[in-house]
Nanobody, 130 residues
Framework: QLPLVESGGGLVQPGGSLRLSCVAS????????IAWFRQAPGKEREELSC????????YYADSVKNRFAISRDNAKDVVYLQMNTLKPEDTAVYYC???????????????????????WGKGTLVAVSS
């Protein structure tokens, strides 16, 4: 079993909403920055949003800003991605990724750069279609 588990994906009509969840298996997310990514068929993996492990500061890609919201509930040890006003082009497999060292957090959250120390989940499919 992969260290992270995503859930909440499914089929939704355009304009609809979904909330994805990311939980850890065997460790706590408290000390990790968490990012959400997606990969559509034939496209590269795209980082969407990140939440750091310090003060909960959040970051968003322009493609999802004002539509998606990342949050974390440390008491429940879960990170969410609330997705609103979904569009067909949002169809993809969505992944969460975790990093805990300061340099990786800077690269993943503040700079949206690729990081090779990410711990991944297996993803959850989101399909937006009428």
């Amino acid at each position: 079993q992969l260290p992270l588990v995503e859930s909440g994906g499914g089929l939704v009509q355009p304009g609809g909403s979904l909330r994805l969840s990311c939980v850890a298996s065997g460790f706590t997310l408290d000390y990790f920055a968490i990012a959400w990514f997606r990969q559509a068929p034939g496209k590269e993996r795209e980082e969407l949003s990140c939440i750091d492990n310090n003060n909960g500061e959040t970051y968003y890609a322009d493609s999802v800003k004002n539509r998606f919201a990342i949050s974390r509930d440390n008491a429940k040890d879960v990170v969410y991605l609330q997705m609103n006003t979904l569009k067909p082009e949002d169809t993809a497999v969505y992944y969460c990724g975790a990093v805990h060292d300061a340099l990786s957090i800077l690269r993943m959250c503040a700079e949206f750069r690729a990081v090779d120390t990410i711990t991944w989940g297996k993803g959850t499919l989101v399909a937006v279609s009428s």
